[in-house]
Nanobody, 127 residues
Framework: QVQLLESGGGSMQAGGSLRLSCAAS????????MGWFRQAPGKEREAVAV???????YYADSVKGRFALDLDNAKKIAYLHMNGLKPEDTTKYYC?????????????????????WGQGTQVTVSS
């Protein structure tokens, strides 16, 4: 079993910054997918920033150039630095961790790549 402990989030004005953290503990893998998804009401859960150990992170188009994912592999902690926040970034963010599967040459971008999920942390951006 893997436990994910999320922290960070909260409320911020547009243009501001927040940092989310997610620490994995328990029976962790040597190589894994880890990162952040978000799900707005009525929409599917989407990958915001995810990474497979040793590879470059993937970012959703909507956050490229604004968000940055740092993975501390030794500590199994993923940080999501959120800069230039916009009101449309408002939603709940979920940390995810899993083995991942290569499909069509990519992995870690789909929900099914992940075996464990955090409880979610709310990010609210006001205009």
């Amino acid at each position: 079993q893997v436990q994910l402990l999320e922290s960070g989030g909260g409320s911020m004005q547009a243009g501001g910054s927040l940092r989310l953290s997610c620490a994995a503990s328990g029976y962790t893998f040597d190589r894994y997918c880890m990162g952040w998804f978000r799900q707005a009401p009525g929409k599917e859960r989407e990958a915001v920033a995810v990474v497979f150990t040793g590879e470059d992170p993937y970012y959703a188009d909507s956050v490229k150039g604004r968000f940055a994912l740092d993975l501390d592999n030794a500590k199994k902690i993923a940080y999501l630095h959120m800069n230039g926040l916009k009101p449309e970034d408002t939603t709940k963010y979920y940390c995810a961790y899993g083995v991942g599967t290569v499909v069509g040459g990519v992995r870690c971008r789909a929900s099914w790549d992940y075996d464990y999920w955090g409880q979610g942390t709310q990010v609210t951006v006001s205009s």
